[in-house]
């Protein structure tokens, strides 16, 4: 069937700021928006730019707008929109934008480094694995879902009116790592996100639980860290784990 | 722009980080990917990871090394392979420790489940031996080995695709690479340089691999002088999306899912009488096409349908769950209540750059190194998979001979003195990028990659035979010949994919013409190469492995060299 996207264009080389171009293609139902883009490109507008790689939402290069949703392109299908046959298709808010849909990630990892995202242990060297019970395995398991598309960080209203707040997908992989229970350094790592640039900037608003195309309570993983700061303020520390 | 490494490491893959960490820190270690590192196709490993760890049940390397030597169909190099099988424990543990957050046993160690062609007592019973995080084993290693680098000091160049190798006086001394962003070349001299720069599947129409899955490594390996192994010997995955190509993992089947056809019938049962749907993917793909051609395939179609129904919302949820929600998006079915349409996928390449069991890229039938080059991962062939990889071996072969590659460069490099600086090493790249803009040609990179790819696919996958085999060698001639007339239409240089997918397309008719000539030159049935005109195996003459060198003049040049027998002669393949 025909279908018609419009789609946000910006060429550094040349434009100014960013306009909008019409593309007409026939596309299946069944087909992904990322075929839909590769279509443009491969047979219409060789200059259109859009990161993507493994087309099946594994990677996480894909995330952009999707009529005013933020969604991955290799995860939706044309059926799955109630737009008729219209897409619009635009670049992840945020970040800035270097071409067409392609916006700049640097910000985005800069945070991710910052909360130390490696497991820190107390350097017992074992010849086997670390004993971790299932249930508290299972604990961490929404955050390892996570693919970095940086979709909830894009989404997040409170990181766009500031820029120093870590965001939901920095602050979801510290969770990760303060409740997995292999892991020593739980409180220098509750100390370090205890400000408001860090998880005290969430204020629950849930716009990143929305368009987490993995399906993750960023929201209530987040809540938890909070409980847990809080719990520290009041009650002696924890023991450190082993 | 020029930089200075100690080491270069091209890809960001499991291989090529694991040799990252092992360096990091203590020498100057650069790492190229032409995408983002974490968006490396070893994050859509899924299944698991092998290793004779007994967590579940008893289990030995021993037995884990005479799986893999009877998987890769006896052409597997044993010494090798057992120097994978045994340090795969280590290997695991070494991640346990790193973080990665392995699904557990109800005594809290690393859980295991079934993988296909993984058994007990040298094939009595399937056995567990792959462990797994959910479906998602690729992306955890790769997130935690990431930032573990990232953590020791690893200067990552993202979005940075290498176009070749600096090479001079027979040593390798660094790589060219355009930036992504600007569509700058940019030279990075170094002591030693790991290519680790993954598979080639989108050679093929249908395949589990990503878009950047192309070969690079392999194609400017080859053209600088490094020969390819077993290329002819191409993994299908028996459980790809119809259509799509998308994988449902082999744990699927590991945890109890089975292959139906139009009659409803188990069918393997029939062909594998003892381990059935978890037989090696080779022998399921291929039973699958016969029962296709037999007009059982589903409604009469090309596909068949994995049924995991009976394995109750629980499991599927818990151990499967990602895999479920590819079933439902991409297929419309809900695997608890439906079976899944699937058809066998293009998955992995057992062939690649030939290398020793240190990395280090070798370049004649005495295993002579190349001075200053190594390769690792699915780039390289150890040989450790030989004519048919078993599920669960690639992952921990990335990080088995990653890590060695790793430890004997930096061996290598305190040896050795720096090589020769080559003047303006970019100058060739430069030249080959402005005749691919400047070209008036009518040609356009996409016409001929979808001919190509249709071409493998009908000629060059599960089934092979001689006048197909030839069909496709002209077909890929006559592509290559026509590959020059292509006209890039983008003349920016920001993220300029149309000029990228020329080049990757001119990788990946080299790996073509050498899949093909392989698949030519082996008049037997062997693992993933299955000559219809030749249906049996020939030891007499082709227990060898096959490699090509490139000859710009003649074409590539074949010579074969002996597999490494160590402990287990070869037998009838039966499971
Ligand atoms: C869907 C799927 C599921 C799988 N599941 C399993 C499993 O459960 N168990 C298992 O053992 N195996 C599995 N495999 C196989 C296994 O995942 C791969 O063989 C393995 O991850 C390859 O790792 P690698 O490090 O060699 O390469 P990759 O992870 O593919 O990385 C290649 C790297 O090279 C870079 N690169 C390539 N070309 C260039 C260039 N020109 N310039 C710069 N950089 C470049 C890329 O950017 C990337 O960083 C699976 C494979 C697929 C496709
Ligand atoms: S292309 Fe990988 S997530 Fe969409």
């Not at chain 2, 007994?54 to 090798?80: C, R």
């Not at chain 2, 699927?252 to 978890?278: C, H, Q, S, T, W």
Request: aromatic share 8%; glycine share 10%.
């Amino acid at each position: 069937m025909k279908c018609s996207f419009t789609v946000y264009r910006f060429d550094p080389a040349v434009d100014k700021k960013g306009r909008y171009q019409e593309y007409t293609l026939e596309a299946e139902r069944t087909d992904k928006i990322l075929d839909c883009l590769n279509k443009i490109r491969w047979e219409q507008d060789p200059t259109l730019a859009y990161r993507f790689s493994c087309a099946h939402g594994i990677c996480g290069s894909d995330a952009m707008v999707i009529n005013g949703r933020i969604e991955l392109a290799c995860q939706k299908l044309v059926k799955d929109f109630k737009t008729g046959n219209n897409f619009v298709i635009e670049p992840l808010p945020l970040f800035s934008v270097i071409k067409d849909l392609i916006v700049d990630m640097n910000p985005f990892f800069a945070k991710h480094r910052h909360i130390r995202p490696y497991l820190i242990t107390a350097g017992k060297a074992l010849a086997e694995e670390f004993l971790q019970d299932a249930a508290q395995q299972a604990v961490i398991e929404p955050a390892l879902r996570c693919i970095l598309c940086a979709s909830c960080t894009a989404a997040c209203p409170i990181n766009r009116a500031n820029g120093e707040y870590l965001g939901p997908a920095a602050l979801l992989r510290a969770f990760r790592y303060i409740f997995d229970s292999r892991d020593a350094a739980t409180d220098s790592r509750l100390v370090q996100i205890d400000s408001p640039e860090g998880v005290w900037g969430c204020k629950s608003m849930r716009w990143c639980t929305d368009v987490c195309p993995k399906g993750i309570p960023v929201t209530k993983c987040l809540g938890q860290i909070k409980r847990l700061v809080k719990q520290r303020a009041q009650g002696p520390s924890r023991e450190p784990r082993p | 722009m020029k930089h200075e490494y100690d080491i270069v490491i091209v890809g960001a893959g499991l291989a090529g980080l694991r040799a990252a960490v092992e360096i990091g820190g203590d020498t100057r270690v650069a790492v190229l990917s032409k995408v983002f590192a974490t968006r490396s196709h070893s994050g859509a490993a899924q299944g698991g990871i092998g290793a004779a760890l007994g967590n579940e049940e008893e289990d030995h390397p021993e037995w884990h090394m005479f799986d893999t030597v009877k998987g890769s169909d006896y052409l597997g190099d044993q010494d090798a392979i057992e120097i994978l099988t045994e340090d795969a424990p280590r290997a695991i543990y070494e991640l346990e420790h790193l973080g990665v957050p392995f699904n557990r046993t109800r005594e809290g160690k690393i859980a295991q489940r079934a993988f296909g062609g993984h058994t007990r007592q040298f094939g009595a019973a399937p056995v567990k031996r792959a462990c797994y995080a959910a479906t998602r084993t690729g992306r955890v290693i790769l997130d935690t080995l990431w930032e573990q680098s990232l953590q020791k000091g690893v200067a990552f160049y993202d979005e940075y695709q290498i176009l070749s190798l600096i090479i001079r006086d027979g040593q390798c001394g660094g790589v060219v690479a355009y930036e992504l962003a600007t569509g700058k070349l940019h030279t990075f001299h170094s002591q030693a340089v790991l290519f680790a720069t993954g598979g080639a599947g989108k050679i093929y129409k249908t395949t589990s691999n990503a878009f950047a899955s192309t070969g690079d490594g392999m194609a400017i390996a080859f053209r600088a002088g490094a020969p390819l192994e077993d290329m002819e010997f191409v993994q299908f995955h028996p459980t790809g999306i119809y259509k799509l190509g998308i994988l449902i993992s082999e744990a699927a089947r590991g945890e109890g899912g089975i292959l139906l056809n139009n009659d409803g019938e188990r069918f393997m049962e029939r062909y594998a009488p003892v381990i059935k749907d978890l037989a090696p993917r080779d022998m399921i793909s291929r039973c699958m096409l016969e029962e296709i051609r037999a007009g059982r395939g589903i409604r009469g179609q090309d596909y068949l349908h994995l049924d995991l129904t009976h394995l109750g919302q629980a499991v599927i949820e818990s151990k499967l769950a990602e895999i479920a929600s590819f079933a439902r998006t991409y297929a419309g079915a809900d695997p608890v209540k439906d079976p899944i349409p699937v058809q066998p996928t293009c998955h992995y390449m057992m062939g690649g750059i030939a290398t020793d069991a240190d990395g280090r890229v070798v370049v004649d039938r005495a295993g002579t190194p190349f001075p200053g080059l190594y390769a690792a991962g699915e780039c390289a062939c150890v040989s450790v998979h030989g004519a048919n990889r078993l599920g669960c071996n690639a992952l921990l072969d990335t990080l088995v001979f990653g890590r060695r590659a790793g430890i004997e460069m930096q061996r290598y490099i305190r040896a050795t003195g720096s090589p020769h600086r080559s003047a303006e090493p970019e100058k060739k790249d430069a030249d080959r990028l402005r005749g691919l803009m400047e070209s008036k040609g009518r040609e356009r990179s996409g016409r001929i990659r979808a001919e190509m790819q249709a071409t493998m696919m009908d000629k060059v996958s599960v089934f092979r035979v001689q006048d197909g085999l030839r069909a496709a060698v002209a077909k890929i001639k006559e592509l290559q010949e026509r590959y020059p007339q292509i006209a890039i239409q983008d003349k920016g240089h920001c993220f300029n994919r149309d000029l990228l997918d020329a080049i990757e397309l001119g990788h990946m008719l080299d790996l073509a013409e050498v899949i093909i000539l392989g698949a030519l030159y082996r008049e037997e049935s062997r693992g993933a190469h299955s000559r219809e005109d030749f249906p049996a195996r020939d030891d007499t003459r082709f227990l060898v492995h096959t490699l090509f060198g490139y000859d710009a003049i003649r074409g590539p040049q074949i010579f074969t060299k002996p597999v490494k027998i160590t402990r287990f002669q070869p037998q009838e393949r039966k499971y």
